[in-house]
């Protein structure tokens, strides 16, 4: 009752359920149809029981074009936005790709009539409101279209049925007469769909009921009707047109992205560390190579400073510092370390640069580091070696030592 409560006063028909700013959950009015239709407490009840676990989530990123394709493929109404580190970011719905489309795309010379839902269902007025909303629980539709003498007279939507949980109505006494919204907005069925759309744009409603020329219940058209593209030939149409540009952006970010080009370096190398840091000195790239050298997952690392890890690890900022004065004084900057790992002493070689921008700004800088202790071994054991198989001699020159 308390999201129910949220919901109806921030006008949403969903809520997102999250633990750590990670979605894990989204609970939406059809959620609540589907409870009241089965008469459940809802009182006693917490979200987790009703919410749906199949989330659809989607970087910052994507084009609101490809999402389109999510909605359809996935039979969704709501696509959850995540950060690179999986955090919420925000939602996006139906109505927010309607706005985005141009009319051009799939609005040209189309009639309401060419998006119609494939079946409406109609009650009279007399009939109960828990046989409008099993109806809609049964068949997953948004709403119940009710009538007086074959024309629509109101409606029962989803968000309705959130109104009346929380006015705490007998649903089964409830007859629809009493409950439903009135009027009812209709358009004719020859309307142009670019029309029916910006209607529901400009009212901020989520549908329409089409009527005919005596003004009887014709069907119904909805946003998600019009995302879907209409039906046939058409979707096709849209589709093609949404991996046209797809392609374009695609070839264009290979041509130009100097972060696509950072990136295949950074995961090319298998036995070189490379971790990128920003201005800022927040770690944004930290390749498998760096994993397995520092210790560190890179899901713990990214987002980071380099000096909260050094707080970690209990190093001295000095260092860091004069590393960061030497690359933008000389270019780079090189050191050495000694660390144990696994109970072993390893010895690590690394080398700081910046990463420049055309003009010549500096945008960030990269640490290069490697792993040299088998090197390190092998030349001391070499030095061991020669160091048996030659001796001074008397003279002050060397001798070749003989074998016993």
Known sequence: MEALAQMEAAGACYILVAEDDRPIGIFTERDLVKSVAHQQPLAELKIRELMSRQLVTVQEEMDYREAYQLFAEHHIRHLIVVDG?????????????LRQLEPNYFFELKEVSAALSGSVVTLPEDALLQEAVQCMARQGICCVVIERDGCPSGIITECDIVHLALANSGAGTLLLGQVMSSPVRTVRIGYALHDAAQIMRAEHICRLVVVDEAGCTAGIVTQHDIVKGLSGGYTEFLKEIIRDQAEQLRQTQVQLSDTLVLKNILYSSTDMAIIAIDLNFCITHFNPAAETIFGYPANQVLGKTVLQMHSMEEVDHFRFEQAIERVKTEGEYRFSVE????????????????????????????????????????EQALRQSEERWWRPCPRGSACRMSRA
């Open 85 to 97: 580190d999986g955090r919420f970011a925000g939602v996006v719905t139906e109505s927010n790709i």
């Open 339 to 378: 660390q144990v790992k696994e109970g072993k002493s390893c010895c690590i070689n690394s080398r700081v640069t910046g990463i420049w921008y055309r003009e010549g700004t500096l945008t960030g800088f990269v640490l290069m580091s490697r792993d040299v202790t088998a090197r390190k071994r092998s």
